[in-house]
């Protein structure tokens, strides 16, 4: 059977009209209505109702309409993924990241990336504060927690885990807490949360059950970058993701405390509007940062 026959067929039962469909398949009518009547001829029925008015499908038409659409469309779809992957990625990549996400592992590999790939331009928003992808004109998003937006696509990053730290020099000054009540007598570095404007709460396993810690102090910070650089400072105790603090624990910079109650995750994942799965630049960073960070 000509698939190409049964596509112009259902381009003139769509339009209702043999004129209509002649111009937007770029063929003449007399082909168009050649190419269907072989058909029919092949099929041995006749597939639609043809009057002076308009043209619709007969039962058969119908049968073979509703069983052949979605193969087409197949078709269609696996057509265009295949032209994608072959395209250079090129023109603009926006996309949003939490900040101390963004500058510790996204920058490194945004510098990779457009070694790769030169035709290709990346404009990053690096802030807590949490956009709409599409109001705001993005092509993706790096988030950190639950997704709840049903309508994007959200592929999960490897999970990081809470980390409590502080300086060697503020330890010594104030002691090292052993216990999670010993947090109150600590100058604890808090952050608000940009969405709802509340104090962050601490997140620790306590007895094998999770248990948050209103830990507030003195010193209140908008973003993770702030923090981790008040923390550095000695100016208290800080809970930060372990990739942010990695550096400094190897360094000797900051101590891990807590270690006892430390286990609870985040999760992390890129987000993006379903329209843009196919995407060739989105394809590359994707494919980039699972190579760094993907699932463990």
Known sequence: MDLNAVQLLLKVAELRSFTLAAHATGLTQSGLSRAIA??????GTRLLNRNTRSVSLTPDGTLLRDQCAPLLA???DAERELLDRRCEPS????????????????????????????????ESTLSDRVVDIVEDGFDLAV???????????????????????ATPAYLARRGVPQHLDDLASHDCLAVRNPRDGKLVA?????????RDVEASGRLIFDNGDALLEAARLGLGVAQLMDFA????????????????????????????????QRSPRITAFTQILFERWGRA
């Open 202 to 210: 601490w997140q620790f396993i306590d007895t094998g059950r999770p």
């Open 74 to 76: 197949g078709l269609e």
């Open 143 to 165: 988030r950190t927690g639950r997704i709840d937006d049903q309508r994007m696509i959200a592929r999960p990053l490897r999970a990081t885990r809470w980390t409590c730290v």
């Open 91 to 122: 023109g603009v990549l926006r996309l949003t990241a939490p900040s101390a996400f963004g500058r510790i592992v996204l920058l490194p590999l945004l510098g990779e990336l457009s070694q790769r790939y030169p035709q290709l331009h990346i």
């Open 38 to 43: 072989r058909l029919e001829r092949e099929l």
């Open 245 to 276: 603090v990695a550096d400094d624990l190897a360094a000797g910079r900051l101590i891990e405390v807590l270690q006892p109650f430390a286990g609870r995750q985040r999760e992390i994942a890129i987000v993006y509007p379903p329209s843009r």
